[in-house]
Protein backbone atom coordinates (compact mmCIF):
# COMPACT_ATOMS: atom_id res chain seq x y z
CA UNK A 1 0.00 0.00 0.00
CA UNK A 2 1.05 3.27 -0.80
CA UNK A 3 1.10 5.98 1.87
CA UNK A 4 -0.84 9.14 0.65
CA UNK A 5 -3.44 11.44 2.41
CA UNK A 6 -7.31 10.09 2.19
CA UNK A 7 -10.14 11.77 0.87
CA UNK A 8 -12.81 9.14 1.44
CA UNK A 9 -13.87 6.17 2.17
CA UNK A 10 -15.76 3.88 -0.05
CA UNK A 11 -17.64 0.63 1.23
CA UNK A 12 -17.73 -2.59 -0.86
CA UNK A 13 -20.20 -5.39 1.48
CA UNK A 14 -17.98 -5.29 4.53
CA UNK A 15 -14.99 -4.36 3.70
CA UNK A 16 -13.32 -1.04 3.83
CA UNK A 17 -11.18 0.74 0.38
CA UNK A 18 -8.65 3.19 1.12
CA UNK A 19 -8.49 5.08 -2.43
CA UNK A 20 -5.62 7.39 -2.24
CA UNK A 21 -6.37 11.35 -3.17
CA UNK A 22 -5.03 12.76 -5.68
CA UNK A 23 -3.86 16.13 -5.62
CA UNK A 24 -4.59 18.51 -8.99
CA UNK A 25 -2.57 21.71 -9.30
CA UNK A 26 -4.56 24.83 -9.29
CA UNK A 27 -4.99 26.43 -12.71
CA UNK A 28 -6.05 30.27 -12.87
CA UNK A 29 -7.68 31.02 -16.16
CA UNK A 30 -7.51 34.77 -17.18
CA UNK A 31 -11.11 36.47 -17.04
CA UNK A 32 -12.63 37.48 -20.07
CA UNK A 33 -14.72 40.47 -20.77
CA UNK A 34 -17.24 39.53 -23.97
CA UNK A 35 -18.59 42.80 -25.26
CA UNK A 36 -22.28 43.58 -24.82
CA UNK A 37 -23.98 43.00 -27.78
CA UNK A 38 -27.26 44.79 -28.07
CA UNK A 39 -29.61 42.80 -30.30
CA UNK A 40 -32.05 44.73 -32.50
CA UNK A 41 -35.68 43.95 -31.45
CA UNK A 42 -37.91 42.46 -34.31
CA UNK A 43 -41.51 43.05 -34.49
CA UNK A 44 -43.84 39.89 -35.43
CA UNK A 45 -47.06 41.45 -37.73
CA UNK A 46 -50.19 40.37 -36.07
CA UNK A 47 -52.44 38.22 -38.42
CA UNK A 48 -55.84 38.34 -38.33
CA UNK A 49 -57.70 35.37 -38.99
CA UNK A 50 -61.02 34.08 -38.48
CA UNK A 51 -61.26 31.21 -35.41
CA UNK A 52 -63.79 28.30 -37.12
CA UNK A 53 -62.91 25.88 -34.23
CA UNK A 54 -60.00 25.25 -31.05
CA UNK A 55 -58.39 22.09 -31.01
CA UNK A 56 -57.20 21.32 -27.39
CA UNK A 57 -53.73 19.66 -27.55
CA UNK A 58 -52.90 18.72 -24.03
CA UNK A 59 -52.99 22.58 -22.60
CA UNK A 60 -51.87 24.04 -25.95
CA UNK A 61 -55.29 25.69 -27.75
CA UNK A 62 -54.84 26.28 -31.83
CA UNK A 63 -57.17 28.18 -33.23
CA UNK A 64 -57.50 27.04 -36.83
CA UNK A 65 -57.92 30.03 -39.15
CA UNK A 66 -61.30 29.56 -41.86
CA UNK A 67 -61.11 28.35 -45.73
CA UNK A 68 -63.49 30.11 -47.65
CA UNK A 69 -64.33 27.16 -50.10
CA UNK A 70 -64.33 29.61 -53.31
CA UNK A 71 -61.04 31.11 -52.76
CA UNK A 72 -59.80 27.22 -53.80
CA UNK A 73 -61.98 26.82 -56.81
CA UNK A 74 -64.48 24.81 -55.22
CA UNK A 75 -67.66 24.81 -57.48
CA UNK A 76 -71.22 22.73 -57.15
CA UNK A 77 -73.21 22.11 -59.75
CA UNK A 78 -77.30 22.64 -58.06
CA UNK A 79 -79.42 20.01 -59.83
CA UNK A 80 -83.54 20.45 -59.80
CA UNK A 81 -85.23 17.02 -60.65
CA UNK A 82 -88.84 16.89 -62.11
CA UNK A 83 -90.62 13.60 -62.20
CA UNK A 84 -94.07 12.86 -60.97
CA UNK A 85 -92.93 9.50 -59.63
CA UNK A 86 -91.64 9.78 -55.65
CA UNK A 87 -89.54 6.67 -55.93
CA UNK A 88 -87.83 7.57 -59.19
CA UNK A 89 -86.90 11.79 -57.75
CA UNK A 90 -85.67 10.00 -54.21
CA UNK A 91 -83.26 7.55 -56.05
CA UNK A 92 -81.68 10.18 -58.42
CA UNK A 93 -81.10 12.46 -55.23
CA UNK A 94 -79.68 9.90 -53.64
CA UNK A 95 -76.72 9.42 -56.67
CA UNK A 96 -76.95 12.89 -57.27
CA UNK A 97 -76.20 13.99 -53.66
CA UNK A 98 -73.44 11.34 -53.41
CA UNK A 99 -70.58 12.88 -55.88
CA UNK A 100 -69.15 15.51 -54.78
CA UNK A 101 -69.62 18.52 -56.80
CA UNK A 102 -73.27 17.41 -57.33
CA UNK A 103 -76.11 18.96 -55.38
CA UNK A 104 -79.43 18.30 -55.75
CA UNK A 105 -81.54 22.03 -54.50
CA UNK A 106 -85.14 21.53 -55.29
CA UNK A 107 -87.48 18.93 -56.58
CA UNK A 108 -91.22 19.16 -58.50
CA UNK A 109 -93.64 16.49 -58.72
CA UNK A 110 -95.20 18.20 -62.60
CA UNK A 111 -94.01 19.95 -65.19
CA UNK A 112 -96.25 23.09 -64.25
CA UNK A 113 -94.38 22.96 -60.80
CA UNK A 114 -90.80 22.99 -61.68
CA UNK A 115 -90.64 26.21 -63.00
CA UNK A 116 -91.19 28.17 -59.96
CA UNK A 117 -88.23 25.81 -58.64
CA UNK A 118 -86.25 26.97 -61.17
CA UNK A 119 -87.01 30.45 -60.61
CA UNK A 120 -86.01 29.55 -56.90
CA UNK A 121 -83.31 27.90 -56.94
CA UNK A 122 -81.00 28.98 -60.07
CA UNK A 123 -79.95 25.50 -60.32
CA UNK A 124 -77.36 24.56 -63.20
CA UNK A 125 -78.91 21.28 -64.65
CA UNK A 126 -82.86 20.08 -64.53
CA UNK A 127 -83.47 16.59 -64.73
CA UNK A 128 -86.77 16.36 -66.73
CA UNK A 129 -88.83 13.72 -66.61
CA UNK A 130 -90.80 13.83 -70.46
CA UNK A 131 -94.20 11.81 -69.29
CA UNK A 132 -95.78 14.08 -66.60
CA UNK A 133 -99.57 14.81 -66.08
CA UNK A 134 -100.43 18.70 -66.47
CA UNK A 135 -97.63 19.67 -68.35
CA UNK A 136 -95.03 17.36 -69.77
CA UNK A 137 -91.63 17.60 -69.98
CA UNK A 138 -91.73 18.94 -73.48
CA UNK A 139 -93.74 21.83 -72.49
CA UNK A 140 -92.00 22.78 -69.16
CA UNK A 141 -88.41 22.84 -71.27
CA UNK A 142 -89.95 25.45 -73.36
CA UNK A 143 -91.00 27.53 -70.72
CA UNK A 144 -87.58 26.76 -68.75
CA UNK A 145 -85.33 27.61 -71.66
CA UNK A 146 -87.22 31.06 -72.19
CA UNK A 147 -86.06 32.12 -68.96
CA UNK A 148 -83.10 34.78 -68.49
CA UNK A 149 -79.73 32.43 -67.42
CA UNK A 150 -81.94 29.42 -68.62
CA UNK A 151 -80.43 26.15 -66.86
CA UNK A 152 -79.62 22.74 -69.00
CA UNK A 153 -81.97 20.50 -69.21
CA UNK A 154 -81.37 16.92 -69.30
CA UNK A 155 -84.60 14.82 -70.13
CA UNK A 156 -84.91 11.43 -68.36
CA UNK A 157 -87.07 8.77 -70.29
CA UNK A 158 -88.13 5.30 -70.09
CA UNK A 159 -87.82 4.50 -73.67
CA UNK A 160 -85.13 5.49 -75.81
CA UNK A 161 -87.10 5.63 -79.18
CA UNK A 162 -89.58 8.04 -77.17
CA UNK A 163 -90.91 10.29 -80.39
CA UNK A 164 -91.72 12.66 -77.05
CA UNK A 165 -87.58 12.51 -76.48
CA UNK A 166 -86.88 14.37 -79.89
CA UNK A 167 -89.33 16.91 -78.77
CA UNK A 168 -88.18 17.79 -76.11
CA UNK A 169 -84.49 18.05 -77.42
CA UNK A 170 -86.43 20.10 -80.40
CA UNK A 171 -87.93 22.38 -77.63
CA UNK A 172 -84.32 23.01 -76.02
CA UNK A 173 -82.77 20.18 -74.13
CA UNK A 174 -79.82 19.76 -74.12
CA UNK A 175 -79.54 15.58 -73.84
CA UNK A 176 -81.53 12.69 -72.43
CA UNK A 177 -81.13 9.42 -70.39
CA UNK A 178 -82.46 6.11 -69.76
CA UNK A 179 -84.10 5.37 -66.45
CA UNK A 180 -81.94 2.41 -66.46
CA UNK A 181 -78.94 4.60 -66.56
CA UNK A 182 -76.05 3.44 -64.28
CA UNK A 183 -75.54 6.00 -61.67
CA UNK A 184 -72.04 6.87 -63.31
CA UNK A 185 -73.31 7.62 -66.30
CA UNK A 186 -75.93 9.87 -64.90
CA UNK A 187 -73.15 11.60 -63.01
CA UNK A 188 -71.29 11.92 -65.89
CA UNK A 189 -73.90 13.31 -68.15
CA UNK A 190 -74.68 15.79 -65.63
CA UNK A 191 -71.59 16.87 -65.90
CA UNK A 192 -71.07 16.95 -69.23
CA UNK A 193 -74.22 19.12 -70.19
CA UNK A 194 -73.13 21.67 -67.79
CA UNK A 195 -69.82 22.05 -69.74
CA UNK A 196 -71.69 21.93 -72.66
CA UNK A 197 -68.39 21.36 -74.74
CA UNK A 198 -70.13 18.03 -76.12
CA UNK A 199 -72.66 16.06 -77.39
CA UNK A 200 -74.23 13.41 -75.18
CA UNK A 201 -75.03 10.04 -76.90
CA UNK A 202 -74.65 11.60 -80.51
CA UNK A 203 -75.73 8.00 -81.90
CA UNK A 204 -78.74 7.83 -80.23
CA UNK A 205 -79.58 11.06 -81.52
CA UNK A 206 -78.55 10.89 -84.76
CA UNK A 207 -81.23 7.80 -84.88
CA UNK A 208 -83.66 9.50 -83.92
CA UNK A 209 -83.48 12.17 -86.38
CA UNK A 210 -83.02 9.54 -89.09
CA UNK A 211 -86.49 8.26 -88.21
CA UNK A 212 -87.85 12.19 -88.26
CA UNK A 213 -86.25 12.28 -91.91
CA UNK A 214 -87.93 9.66 -93.34
CA UNK A 215 -91.32 11.09 -92.85
CA UNK A 216 -90.30 14.89 -93.51
CA UNK A 217 -89.05 17.13 -95.83
CA UNK A 218 -85.51 18.86 -94.88
CA UNK A 219 -86.72 22.25 -93.17
CA UNK A 220 -85.49 25.70 -94.19
CA UNK A 221 -82.73 26.42 -91.12
CA UNK A 222 -81.58 30.69 -91.10
CA UNK A 223 -78.20 30.60 -90.63
CA UNK A 224 -77.04 27.31 -92.60
CA UNK A 225 -76.12 28.86 -95.99
CA UNK A 226 -74.07 31.57 -94.33
CA UNK A 227 -71.35 28.77 -92.36
CA UNK A 228 -68.06 29.20 -93.83
CA UNK A 229 -66.16 26.12 -94.79
CA UNK A 230 -64.45 25.79 -91.81
CA UNK A 231 -67.48 26.39 -89.53
CA UNK A 232 -69.11 23.53 -91.58
CA UNK A 233 -66.16 21.10 -90.87
CA UNK A 234 -66.67 22.13 -86.86
CA UNK A 235 -70.61 21.61 -87.45
CA UNK A 236 -70.68 17.93 -89.07
CA UNK A 237 -67.99 16.90 -86.34
CA UNK A 238 -70.04 18.58 -83.72
CA UNK A 239 -72.75 15.89 -84.73
CA UNK A 240 -70.17 13.17 -83.94
CA UNK A 241 -70.03 13.86 -80.42
CA UNK A 242 -66.45 15.20 -80.65
CA UNK A 243 -65.69 17.37 -77.96
CA UNK A 244 -63.57 20.73 -78.64
CA UNK A 245 -60.46 19.07 -77.95
CA UNK A 246 -61.17 16.24 -80.37
CA UNK A 247 -62.47 18.37 -83.23
CA UNK A 248 -59.23 21.00 -82.74
CA UNK A 249 -56.56 17.62 -82.97
CA UNK A 250 -58.93 16.08 -86.00
CA UNK A 251 -58.87 19.99 -88.11
CA UNK A 252 -55.05 20.30 -86.26
CA UNK A 253 -55.83 24.09 -84.98
CA UNK A 254 -56.21 25.13 -80.82
CA UNK A 255 -58.73 24.69 -79.15
CA UNK A 256 -59.51 28.12 -78.77
CA UNK A 257 -59.89 28.53 -82.89
CA UNK A 258 -62.23 25.80 -82.04
CA UNK A 259 -64.66 27.26 -79.29
CA UNK A 260 -64.60 30.76 -81.65
CA UNK A 261 -65.85 28.07 -84.45
CA UNK A 262 -68.86 26.96 -82.32
CA UNK A 263 -69.91 30.03 -81.11
CA UNK A 264 -69.92 31.50 -84.73
CA UNK A 265 -71.90 28.34 -85.54
CA UNK A 266 -74.74 28.56 -82.70
CA UNK A 267 -75.11 32.53 -83.53
CA UNK A 268 -75.26 31.78 -86.96
CA UNK A 269 -77.89 29.08 -86.26
CA UNK A 270 -79.74 30.88 -83.50
CA UNK A 271 -78.71 27.45 -81.23
CA UNK A 272 -78.19 27.81 -77.79
CA UNK A 273 -76.02 24.92 -77.58
CA UNK A 274 -74.52 22.04 -79.44
CA UNK A 275 -77.92 19.71 -78.94
CA UNK A 276 -79.68 22.36 -80.64
CA UNK A 277 -77.59 22.73 -83.52
CA UNK A 278 -76.82 19.18 -84.17
CA UNK A 279 -80.61 18.83 -85.03
CA UNK A 280 -80.37 21.66 -87.22
CA UNK A 281 -77.86 20.24 -89.19
CA UNK A 282 -79.92 17.14 -89.39
CA UNK A 283 -83.47 18.61 -90.21
CA UNK A 284 -82.09 20.91 -92.65
CA UNK A 285 -80.20 18.28 -94.32
CA UNK A 286 -76.66 20.15 -94.14
CA UNK A 287 -75.75 16.44 -92.74
CA UNK A 288 -77.62 12.67 -93.17
CA UNK A 289 -78.25 11.01 -90.14
CA UNK A 290 -78.74 8.36 -91.78
Known amino acids: MVGTPMVGVVAVGAVTVDAPAVDAPAVDAPAVDAPAV??????????DTATVGTDTVGTATIDAPAIDASAVGV??????IADDEDLIRAGLRVIIDAEPGLSVVGEAGDGAAVVPVVRRERPDVVLMDVRMPAVDGIQATRRLVAMDEAPKVLVVTTFENDDYVYEALRAGASGFLLKRTRPDELVHAIKLVAAGESLLFPAAIRTLAGRRSTDARPASVPGIGRLTGREGDVLRLMTKGLSNGEIAAELVVSQETVKTHVGNVLTKLGARDRTQAVIAAY?????CPR
Open 38 to 47: DAPAVDAPAV
Open 75 to 80: VTLKVV
Open 283 to 287: ESGFV
